[in-house]
């Protein structure tokens, strides 16, 4: 059987090195086509949706008979069910295709929608005592509701699981959820859920408790603890903001097929979420993207605006139909990271030894509630009560944000063990040592990056007690943080050719979503193969090649690079077999290397990689590779990595301002393919977590219930001048290499606002509660020091 | 965006007719920066636009004895650049830098600048200046006010000012020259700022059938002047609060003085107060703290910017020190 482990240290000519992603010149130059620079060759109609004004109300009628008589207008789709209710303002309502855009726009105001609205709520304060209600099992209704507000699955299947149903859900109504969005999971789950009675008077509370969860003898713990420390930490929503917003163009070829250009994290996924509401089978929907301005998890379906830009291309008689978002649509309903509030204690012994974890949290993810985040993050503290509501509010629905709830549950864990260590008078690197046993599987992992970290920051030499470093108007402060996830490599398929020209093409239907997947997949091929990185040919981005799985969870570089490696180590293989008797050896004696086929340990035995291709014959050698693959072993991927940031501020104690001055990121992940995007995903991982710890917030205004800043001049984020020193360690080596590779998107974007958030403290002496650490959180928390 | 006329006249004339031609529905468009933004998001919508970029009388600056002649179509980036306000006019030249971003300087004029609308995420929502819900109660006053005025805010109009300019020209006491049908006026620029009482009033003493000519400021060789600006982000960022000061100074004392802030009110802030609180003194940190006091004195926040009197306080304390040659 062929080998397909990792190549050792000293037999990697490309993996592990630091080489320059493939797809720069053609972003930094413009020739980067992303779907919004695709231009079909015929004429194109301009798509535009109609938004609810309200942030929640019953909709009692649509009126599209001026839209449709208007010139210019090729299709009119009506988007809600008459009678249904819309649960966040920019709901969609219905949509119109144009010749062009201001058509189109005048098509959609001549619209006339007749609204009855209904109470909302925007707000995610904290709830007043005693309003929460217990969950209880889901009516018809609930199930709807949780369908169109995009509940997140796995939620979905948990609530069924605890809460059952509240009715008996035949096939056709089941068949009905499909159609709206509902996936078989949930279909599933729903028949399989139990019945109870429907619960209590019809009109529900927003804020749902989840069970409080007991875990050891937290109040024996907090009894005999010789330090409780007590704190308030959180984060706000934030919107992903993705630079290129969501959206599509759809055509039909013919009346049987569609051809999709969407901005997506999920090719090969894309197709079998359409199928269904658009009637035709998966196999005659061909999705493409080029490139991809952004995702951060918000797009891995096909919306609601995807579906309707097909059906007007449709009724538009396939003629091509491009939705994409308007820059406030994109901030008001293309996704939120959930809200994470808690009220912390922390029981220690005198050494600083953590004993006790107690929690009261609250969040919101919109219409849905959201979950509850992982508290305490990362150390599993012996004693622990929590307590969790979620507020079911009008704020829009949330989508996965790198990192799904890690970030929120770091901000809370590592700013309580912060002012825990600050109570005791501790270094934080000691308190974090003293309790490194409670991390679990990566405690070594931490101790030898904590060691990195400390040496460039210089931690020793700079840290000082809370606010002991003011000088004049500015205190400045150190703050860190740990974080971890998995990162396993997904489900991959790939193709690699051969050909008897030489040329090798690797054909693959993933995407590279910024993290540089194309040249992970080149360097994979190329090293295998004995060949420089330009002699592999791409291609990437279409339905046409193998699937691969979404790129979420940080799982692309272990999936991809695993089948790559796999169907290049079989293509090579093949190769032997051909090209073994002109060598006049066995195909088991022969490797690839510098653009030769050769005879090891025999280098007069060698063939250039033209000549030993021209063994090949008349057909090329062709060879799948897959992920996972249990029957051929080993394993290439793997799963769990940790990570060690630290962050030095400075605070304008007159103004609130803060500014980041360095930030420190040690980082594992396995074994990486390439050292300097491996690297370039931390820096722009501590980038975007600047941004959401000092900027970034969705402001809502429970007056008219709709997002003040959908906007790129109030929704903040950081510009160039606002990016500090980065430093960013790759743990590599012994101990790492072995491991297989494993994704890198995630992790570090966890802990640069609790990092910040605890510098912040540091610098100026009191903790301010919550992100973004803006002006006048900082005053308002330095007002309250001054007056207690 | 909705269908509109453009008429691309080349003298004032022409411009003028154009303008009134269109009772009601016309807009000057110069940079277009904030125009073309606030008609996406439909906010004005404009039956005709009067692009009037082709009139050059109205480009450039002009040096003299009695100042600078500033044509309302000069650029940002230009002003920025111009020599006379390098060497001359430091506080207008520090707010010029900070203005938006590299790329609007080159297209925002000094005209535009001036008679930009209103930041207000209420109004920019299509809210109203003054904004109210259905029964009249004011959106702002209860609502999300955290960047909004503390001071001039008794009435209805709680929107600040967004020019982060106009207060480096009115401490230096420019004047604005406006042009209609009935020939030309002059006035402080100071005056130029209005605060609406209703929601058919605008923010700028400008008529509709009006167009902004030039700015004229008197010299300052002699001034001592600077510009502090507080915001969140280093990068693009709309500041929280602004101070302008220009002193007349004689030996180490304040002879005169003018104080201007910006982000705090409907217009920009010249306040009295805090002139004669440093009128007479010499610069220290004790006679900047006083002023500054004096400056925010007056002021009411709503029930989310009581930060923003401390903001205020601190561009006022840290224009005068700089002023005074502190870093």
Redesign the interface.
């Known amino acids: 059987m062929p080998d397909f482990a990792w190549p050792t240290a000293e037999d990697r000519s490309l993996i592990g090195k630091r080489i320059s992603r493939l797809d720069s010149p053609d972003k930094v130059s413009g020739r980067a086509k992303y779907n919004y620079d695709y231009h079909p060759s015929g004429p194109m109609l301009f798509g535009k949706v109609l938004r609810s004004p309200h942030a929640k109300a019953k909709i009692l009628s649509v009126d599209t008979t001026a839209a449709q008589k208007m010139p210019g207008v090729e299709a009119v789709e009506v988007i809600q069910k008459i009678g249904g209710t819309v649960q966040w303002a920019g709901d969609e309502i219905a949509a119109v295709a144009a010749v062009d855009e ?1 058509t189109a ?2 098509a959609i105001r001549a619209i006339n929608v007749k609204y009855e609205p209904l109470a909302y709520l925007v707000s995610d304060a904290e709830p007043p005592a005693g309003s929460a209600e217990a969950p209880g099992p889901m009516s018809e209704d609930d199930v709807w509701d949780a369908i169109d507000n995009q509940m997140p699955e796995r939620q979905f299947l948990e609530y069924l699981k605890e809460h059952g149903v509240s009715f008996h859900p035949e096939e056709d109504l089941l068949k009905q959820f499909k159609g709206d969005g509902a996936s078989d999971a949930i279909l599933d789950a729903l028949r399989k859920a139990a019945y109870h009675e429907p619960s209590g008077s019809g009109t529900r509370s927003p804020y749902q408790k989840a069970a409080a969860t007991t875990q050891g003898d937290p109040d024996k713990a907090f009894a005999e603890a010789s330090v409780v420390s007590e704190g308030v930490y959180g984060t706000s929503v934030i919107t992903h903001c993705c630079l290129e917003s969501h959206g599509s163009t759809a055509e039909w070829p013919d009346k049987d097929h569609l051809f999709v250009h969407i901005s997506t994290q999920n090719v090969s996924g894309v197709p079998s979420q359409m199928a269904e509401p658009l009637g035709v089978p998966a196999a005659n929907i061909r999705v493409h993207q080029d490139h991809i301005g952004g995702g951060f998890g918000s797009k891995f379906s096909a919306d609601r605006w995807d579906i309707t830009a097909a059906k007007l291309s449709r009724k538009a008689g396939g003629r091509p139909v491009r939705i994409m978002l308007e820059r ?1 649509a994109e901030l008001k309903v293309a996704g939120a990271r959930p809200s994470a509030y808690a009220r912390v204690k922390v029981a220690a012994s005198k050494d600083g030894s953590i004993t006790g974890w107690q929690s009261q949290s609250w969040g919101t993810g919109g219409p849905g509630g959201g979950g509850s985040p992982p508290i305490p993050y990362v150390f599993s503290i012996p004693n622990q009560r929590k307590e969790h509501t979620a507020i079911r509010n009008n704020i829009g629905p949330a989508r996965a944000w790198r990192a799904p709830n890690h970030p929120q549950a770091a901000v809370i864990t590592m700013g309580a063990l912060d002012d825990l260590a600050a109570k005791i008078n501790m270094d934080p690197i000691d308190l974090w040592l003293k309790n490194l046993s409670l991390t679990g599987p990566r405690q070594k992992v931490y101790e030898e990056e904590f060691g990195v970290a400390s040496d460039l920051m210089d931690w020793k030499q700079k840290w000082r007690p809370r606010g002991q470093n003011i000088s004049g108007n500015v205190a400045r402060g150190l703050g860190l943080s740990l974080h971890t996830w998995g990162g396993r490599g997904h489900a991959s398929q790939c193709d690699v050719n051969i050909h008897p020209d030489g040329s090798v093409d690797v054909k693959i239907g993933t995407q590279d979503i910024g993290t540089g997947t194309r040249t992970t997949l080149a360097i994979v091929a190329a090293e295998t193969l004995g060949l420089p990185i330009e002699a592999i040919k791409l291609y990437i981005g279409d339905t046409q090649y193998p699937p691969s799985g979404a790129s979420g969870g940080s799982t692309t570089p272990g999936g991809v690079s695993s089948s790559t490696r796999r169907a290049a180590v079989e293509a090579r293989e093949a190769l032997f077999a051909k090209v073994a008797p002109a060598l006049n050896a066995t195909p088991e004696q022969l490797e690839c290397k510098d653009k030769t086929v050769r005879v090891k340990g025999d280098s007069g035995r060698s063939l250039s990689w033209k000549e030993a291709c021209s063994k090949i014959g008349a057909v090329p050698i062709t060879a799948r590779g897959k992920n996972p693959d249990k029957e051929h072993p080993p394993d290439l991927t793997n799963s769990g990595v940790g990570g060690v940031q630290m962050a030095d501020v400075e605070v304008d104690m ?4 803060v ?1 980041v001055r360095k930030m420190v990121a040690v980082q594992d992940c396995g074994l990486i393919i390439d050292l300097k995007t491996a690297e370039s995903s931390c820096y722009g991982a501590l980038t975007m977590g600047i941004s959401y710890a ?2 970034e917030e969705k ?1 809502m ?4 219930g ?1 997002m ?2 959908a ?1 790129m ?2 929704y ?1 984020l ?5 990016i500090p020193e980065l430093v960013v360690h790759m743990m590599t080596g012994k101990g790492y290499d072995e491991r297989g590779v494993i994704g890198l998107g995630e992790p570090p974007v966890i802990s640069p606002g609790a990092a910040i958030s605890n510098a912040v403290a540091n610098a100026i002496g009191v903790r301010v509660s919550y992100l973004p650490l ?3 959180r900082v ?2 928390a330095l007002g309250q020091k001054a007056g207690a | ?3 509109f006329e453009y008429a691309s006249p080349t003298s004032t004339k022409q411009a003028l007719s154009l303008l009134g031609a269109a009772s009601g529905g016309a807009l000057v468009l110069a940079g277009g920066t904030d125009l073309l933004a606030l008609m996406k ?1 439909d906010i004005v919508h404009p039956k005709r636009l009067v692009n009037i970029k082709e009139i050059r009388e109205l480009d450039g600056v002009a040096s003299s004895s009695l100042g600078l002649r500033i044509g309302a179509l000069t650029t940002l980036a230009d002003l920025a650049d111009n020599v006379n306000i390098v060497k001359d006019y430091s506080a207008l030249a520090d707010a010029l830098n900070e203005a938006a971003s590299p790329q609007i300087r080159n297209m925002a004029t000094l005209g535009g600048n001036l008679c930009q609308r209103p ?1 207000c ?2 109004f ?2 299509g ?1 109203g200046l003054l904004p109210k ?1 259905q029964s009249g ?1 004011d ?1 702002v006053a ?3 006010n ?2 909004h005025a503390i001071l001039g805010n008794d009435g209805p109009a709680k929107f600040v000012s967004p020019s982060s300019i106009a207060p480096a020209l009115i401490a230096y006491g420019a004047k604005i020259r406006l042009i209609g049908p009935n020939g030309k006026r002059e006035l402080p620029l100071d005056k130029f700022f209005v605060i609406p009482k209703t929601e058919d009033q605008r923010e700028h003493d400008l008529k509709r059938d009006e167009i902004v000519t030039e700015v004229v400021l008197p010299p300052a060789a002699d001034l001592k002047s600077a510009h502090y600006e ?1 915001r ?7 500041p ?1 609060a602004t101070a302008a000061v220009v002193f007349q100074m004689s030996g180490s004392t304040v002879q005169s003085a003018r104080v201007v802030m910006g982000y705090v009110a409907p217009t920009p802030w010249l306040s009295e107060e805090a002139a004669q609180a440093i009128i007479g003194k010499s610069i220290s940190e004790e006679t900047a703290k006083a002023a500054a006091d004096a400056a925010v004195q007056a002021a009411k926040p709503l029930s ?2 009581a ?1 923003k009197v ?2 205020a306080r ?1 561009a006022v304390k840290r224009a005068i020190l700089k002023a005074g040659g502190a870093a």
């Open positions: 201001g726009e005048e406030d007159e103004t609130g301002i500014k000092l900027f402001v205004d429970q007056a008219t709709t003040l800043n906007n001049e109030f903040r950081a510009g160039y001048n606002d803006t002006p006048d005053l308002a | 965006m909705r269908a998001d930041r995420w209420y920019r929502n809210l819900d109660k959106l209860t609502g999300e955290r960047y507080i969140q982000k280093d990068a693009f960022d709309w929280l989310q910017n930060y401390q903001l601190v």
